[in-house]
């Protein structure tokens, strides 16, 4: 689940406080790539199997983003990243700005999750840079993944059943008491909403506020419903488009109908011309990546009319490409399977979710076939409920979100306000995609809910300047004329 973030406020050298110097090392003065600002570092050790605590450890890092004011409050603001698989260090440039008000009086806290960044990372070679042909083939993908697998078991913190979200849960509560930070202000954006909620599950004592954007929640069986959400995604996208561009629907099932076919395209990030057959399974995934962003989802029917009228895929894979190539929402492979395998998976033949017409099970197939070799951690029941909300929680949807639609964000709303409906705010903005946070206004809204001085005045919140919001107008290629 990714989600694609930059600006930052000179910042004075504060320090937070350390409540447990034994178990972390003194935070230091470093610098992060897209911050102009030195910032402060830390790492604290943690057993890599906490029933084994003098086996293999791993070292969980943070960034930590002191807060302006002189008088600052004492909750700092814990930002959760998603994937799962994305160093929330990394994303801190482009969270900064949406940020950037409450951290005036609070610190700011991001800590790469066990799996990511440089808390004993999972990574996997980068594919981007594959020739097309060796990056869409199915089989060879899987067999990277087999060898990956194979790789990461070799390191020193090489057992993978060792990086679920309730195991990574324990490490962020281990560096609040390092910091001594009283309490979170926990802010997830679509796994790290999943990571949130299980914080709040095992630790609701110390969460004052939450912000959850783009729901992920722990009952969530991933491989299914990424069929029926972006199904519905695109469904929706051809139903708004159909004054403008009538033939959208037709275009389509005229494309899926050609398929396989041999096309020529430029690798969008060599520039190389290749030629490679394109398959179902190949456009469905191309489709799927510019959904999650309304302003590259506008350029999906020229692209489709494109592909459909006249063989010319340059923009569908151009669009695909331009979704995944920033750096700092590349996901770390062998922790983003650590997770899925262990909690997702092995719900996979139970779920309700139906699957979309055109999607089918093409993930479930992908994930079953990877799965069937990567160790599985233990997860415990009580992962997938989902108990009622001690505390404030915001909770943010986009309604054309392809992954984490607004559905998720109202069965999430309704178990944590069972009892106190007054806690917990569902927000919808109908023309968002894959993150509301995105959404200029909602810097604002996020300020007012955790600098709000009770629990009684942080809700409802006003979210009128985001719900207003159009959908983007749908791309018009430039007609070239004749020069006069």
């Known amino acids: 689940m990714r989600e694609p973030w930059q600006r930052l406020l000179l910042l004075p050298a504060l320090l937070l406080g350390l409540g447990n110097a034994a178990q972390a090392s003194p935070l230091k003065p470093c610098r992060v790539d897209g911050i102009p600002n030195e910032l402060q570092c830390g790492s604290l050790q943690r057993p890599l199997d906490p029933d084994r605590p003098d086996g293999a450890q791993v070292d ?194 005229k494309l899926l109908a050609s398929l396989p076919r041999e096309v020529s395209v430029a690798q969008p990030l060599t520039g190389v011309s290749e030629r490679f057959t394109v398959t179902r399974e190949l456009l469905l995934r191309a489709v799927r990546a510019p959904l999650y962003q309304p302003a590259l989802a506008a350029a999906l029917p020229a692209a489709i009319h494109a592909a459909a009228a006249d063989g010319n895929f340059a923009g569908l894979f151009g669009l695909s490409t331009a979704f995944g190539s920033n750096p700092a929402v590349r996901l770390a492979t062998g922790m983003h399977f650590s997770v899925v395998c262990a909690e997702d998976m092995p719900r996979l033949a139970d779920a309700k979710d139906a699957p979309g017409a055109d999607f089918q099970a093409l993930d479930a197939e992908m994930y079953r076939s990877v799965c069937k070799t990567w160790p599985r951690g233990t997860v415990p029941a009580d992962f997938y409920k989902i108990p009622p909300a001690p505390s404030p929680v915001l909770v943010m949807s986009g309604g054309a979100d392809p992954v984490t639609p607004p559905r998720h964000g109202e069965h999430v709303a309704r178990a944590l306000g069972a009892g106190h409906p007054e806690r917990v705010q569902h927000l919808v903005v109908p023309e968002a995609g894959h993150g509301v946070m995105a959404v200029a206004c909602v810097r604002d809204l996020m300020f007012r809910f955790i600098d709000a001085k009770t629990d009684a005045t942080a809700l409802p919140q006003d979210g009128a300047c985001a719900t207003r919001i159009p959908r983007p107008p749908a791309f018009q290629p430039v007609q070239g004329g004749t020069a006069k």
């Open 60 to 253: 969980i890092h943070y960034l930590v983003v002191p807060a302006i004011a002189r008088n600052k409050q004492p909750d700092a603001v814990l930002m959760l990243a998603g994937g799962p698989g994305q160093s929330a260090i990394k994303i801190a440039p482009r969270m900064l700005s949406r940020l950037s008000r409450l951290n005036n009086r609070r610190d700011l806290v991001f800590i790469d999750q066990r799996g990511t960044g440089k808390s004993a990372p999972l990574d996997c070679p980068d594919d981007e840079q594959l020739p097309l042909t060796e990056q869409f083939d199915t089989a060879a993908q899987l067999r990277r993944l087999d060898a990956c697998r194979a790789a990461l078991e070799k390191l020193p913190y090489g057992d993978l059943r060792f990086f679920t979200t309730t195991l990574a849960m324990q490490d962020m509560e281990a560096v609040r008491k390092a910091l001594g930070v009283p309490q979170w202000n926990l802010v997830g954006g679509s796994y790290g909403t999943r990571a949130a909620l299980e914080y709040l599950r095992q630790f609701p004592a110390q969460v004052r506020r939450s912000i959850i954007d783009g729901v992920a929640p722990p009952d969530m069986v991933l491989p299914a419903s990424f069929s029926t959400d972006t199904q519905a995604a695109l469904d929706q996208l051809i139903a708004a488009n159909a004054k403008t561009r009538p033939q959208l629907r037709a275009d389509w099932q």
